[in-house]
């Protein structure tokens, strides 16, 4: 059963449960964790990506994209364009399995919460202050700097091997971490368009009580961004032979 489309489909759905998940423990009513917090959301989403990549790892996937922005920056940077489209589909399934997983795990919750936008936040982003040029830009740079850092921690320049066994998805989740806490504040960094776009689907879906409108005026901005930031710092790597 071991294949990259699995892992890539389970890794990104593990990301996506415990990423949602502490978004609705944090905001759902009567909820233990309810009003918890940005540095309890920021840890659970790094805790979300080491999660997500040992799965990924364990089920096929030795890359762990989970993402479809760090999938167009690798092809970007290595050519190979052949798996692309194969490895979107994998990581949006996942991202709307562990969305509906969300969605089961809090379910006498939701009625509880009368806050329909705070209930979408559960699932996607949004600019916390509307300005789609700076929402696009914000989701443009928190994706770029993902993927350059992510190119940094196993490249020759840092260590002529990588980093040791192990110690490489740590890294990555405490960039991810990183990021969230420098950078998320202003669209709440999707940084990842089936992070964004496959739990947005299911919100406009799912029989959630009370949820209202899914804001598809906004949902291109966490989808575009990350892919163009991806594909500059793709680039970037690529030219700087990284």
Known sequence: MHSVWLGEMMGTLVLVLLGNGVCAGVTLRRSYAADAGWMVVTTG????????VLVAQAFGSAGANLNPAITLAGAVTSGDWSQLVWLWSAQLVGAMGGAALTVVH??????????????LGIFCTNGAVPNPLFNF???VIGTMVLVVVAGAIGSHGVSATGPAAGVGQW??????????????GTTGYAINPARDLGPRLIHALAPIP???????????????GPLTGGALAGLLLRLAHV
């Open 45 to 52: 989403w790094a805790l979300a990506v080491l999660c997500g």
């Open 171 to 184: 890294l990555v989740a405490s960039l991810v971490w990183g990021i969230g806490l420098s950078l998320g």
């Open 210 to 224: 009370g949820k209202g409108g899914s804001n598809w005026g906004y949902a291109p901005i966490p989808v575009l």
């Open 106 to 119: 809090y379910g006498p919750h939701w009625k509880l919460t009368p806050d329909p936008a705070a209930k």
């Open 137 to 139: 830009l914000g989701e």
